[in-house]
């Protein structure tokens, strides 16, 4: 198994992993996926070739994650804080520890003050092992869904 950040040719495939992790109105789109290999953040676990799983985002120095952001705008490069956008990992790799491995890698190598995403109530417990602070409701309202702002501190 190797890390790596993904590239164009990456594309197709991680579009099909979106598709099958979130419902069409959460799911990223082919464009928005793009962008953010190209100028986001987008970290891959693979083995021989095959999408295990994969994390993405972008940098920003805005302090909370906004739907905005989910089209790009508020991404720079060397950004205050990580907005992770999607954690996905194919239906048949879940329940491997795939996505817990990515988490741990993004978590070692962030740049900044620290990470921020939002997820769903049962997600709560999972990301809260990785020493995520669940900051309450988000004002997200991306894919008309009720999501928990979480927030990992780099502590210097």
Known sequence: MMFRYADINDLDRVYEIEKECFPESEAASYQALKDRIENGF???LEEEHEILSFINGMYSNEKDLKDEMYEGKYCVNNGDW???????TPYKHQHHGYASMVMKEVIKNCKGKGI????K????????TFGFVD???????HGNVLWHQMRYEIIT
């Open 42 to 44: 987008f970290l891959l």
């Open 82 to 88: 990580l907005m992770i956008f999607g954690v996905d």
């Open 116 to 119: 921020v995403l939002t997820c």
């Open 121 to 128: 109530e049962h997600l709560i417990p999972f990301y809260s």
């Open 135 to 141: 900051e309450g409701i988000s004002s997200s309202t």
